[in-house]
Structure formats: structure tokens, C-alpha cells
């Protein structure tokens, strides 16, 4: 079968009009003023009218405002801590082997009571590429992709390198996220 493809012309020929170039940036211009006068105009209407949030502008006046994340949304992925106090993880190395950019290390442990736990934990988050790959591999809902993409920046790539305690959320902050993987991605697989 024929690749479907567009073929690029590249022996257009202007015309005169469009050569002499004025009348084709005037008409960029124009579209331009269009465009700053309509969001101009919805953004004044929709503060008097009380209602900022109903502008019809796409752009955010970020940090102030918050952009809404769409649900699946892979942000900082994060370690869960149960309502024990203890990591949910336990060791089994699934998400060590299933990250492509290799940027998980985890050493595990015993506990007294006989359970796996991470000893230590570190994801690189200079390398991470938020796959979310970890989060489908684990079989505990132990590491999640959060919402989070602030806090993301260091300028030292040292200071990146995410161990256990800076990972670990309490899993009630992480209900959100925990709800969705399992409406979404078990469901999928059909677990
Ligand atoms: S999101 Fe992807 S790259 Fe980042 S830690 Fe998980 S598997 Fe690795
Ligand atoms: S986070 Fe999940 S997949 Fe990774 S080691 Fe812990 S239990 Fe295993």
C-alpha cells in the first residue's frame, strides 16, 4: 500500500502581491491585534463579571493560578507510605527493572517481623523521563506518578537524586492518583 504522505511543493511561485511582502505582514498584524484584542476584551469581562477563571484566554498567570491537570497527568513519581507509617514498597525490584532510563537503585531488607522492605531508595530525578513504567510495574501500589511538577528544578543535578524519606507520601495525600490506577490501569490489563 502507498505510505500516506503530503508531498512538499517546493516550487511555489509568488505573486506579486505576496512579494512585496507589506500587505502579507499587514494581514499578520491584523491577525495578531485580532487575537490580543479578543482576549483582551473576554479577560476585563470576566473580571467584572467576577468570574477570572472564565476567561476565554488559554494562557495562565502562572504561579499565581494553577494550570488543571488532566487525570492521568505523570508528574513526579513518589513512594507510598501506608497508614503504618511503613513503605509499601517492598523490595521486589519490578520497577528497577521496568525503568528505561535506569534511574531507580533500591537496596532491600528485612524487617524483625519477616517483611521486605527498601533499606535505601534513590530515584535520579535528573534522568527520570516520567514514563510512569515503575507505577505499572509495581505490584503493591507502592510508587505512584504524582501531580507534582514544581520542585522539579535544582541547579545542582546532585541535589536531584531522591532518596526514601524525600520520596515517601503518606497514602492518603496520594488517593487521587491511587483511585485512578486502579479505575484506569487495572482495569485495562484486566486484572
Ligand atoms: S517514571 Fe519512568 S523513568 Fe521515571 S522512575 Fe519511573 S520508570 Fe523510571
Ligand atoms: S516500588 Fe513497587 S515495584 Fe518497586 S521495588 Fe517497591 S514494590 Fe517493587
Redesign the pocket.
Same mark, same amino acid.
Request: with cysteine; glycine share 8%; net charge negative.
Given at each position: 500500500m502507498a505510505a500516506n504522505y503530503k508531498k512538499v511543493n517546493r516550487g511555489v511561485t509568488l505573486t506579486l502581491w505576496e512579494r512585496l511582502y507589506v500587505m502579507e505582514v499587514l494581514r499578520g498584524i491584523i491577525i495578531t491585534g485580532r487575537h490580543f484584542i479578543r482576549n483582551w476584551v473576554s479577560t476585563f469581562r470576566s473580571y467584572m463579571s467576577g468570574n477570572p477563571a472564565g476567561r476565554g484566554i488559554m494562557t495562565i498567570y502562572y504561579p499565581e493560578e494553577k494550570p488543571v491537570l488532566p487525570e492521568a497527568y505523570r508528574g513526579r513519581p513518589m513512594?507510598v507510605r501506608a497508614v503504618d507509617g511503613k %513503605?509499601? !514498597?517492598?523490595? !521486589? *525490584?519490578? !520497577? %528497577?527493572v @521496568?525503568c528505561p532510563a535506569k534511574c /531507580?537503585t533500591?537496596v *532491600?531488607a528485612m524487617r524483625p517481623d519477616g517483611t521486605r522492605y +527498601?533499606e535505601t531508595?534513590m530515584l535520579d530525578g535528573a534522568v527520570c523521563i516520567f514514563c510512569g513504567l !515503575?507505577e505499572e @510495574?509495581? +505490584? %503493591?501500589? @507502592? /510508587?505512584v506518578m504524582t501531580h507534582n511538577y514544581e520542585g522539579l528544578v535544582e541547579y545542582d543535578r546532585s541535589q536531584m537524586l531522591y532518596g526514601k524519606e524525600a520520596l515517601l507520601v503518606p497514602e492518603e495525600k496520594l488517593k487521587g492518583r491511587l483511585d485512578y490506577i486502579r479505575r484506569r490501569m487495572y482495569n485495562k490489563c484486566n486484572y
Open positions: 513512594l %513503605e509499601k !514498597c517492598v523490595a !521486589c *525490584g519490578l !520497577c %528497577e @521496568a /531507580i533500591i *532491600g +527498601p531508595y !515503575c @510495574a509495581c +505490584p %503493591e501500589e @507502592a /510508587i
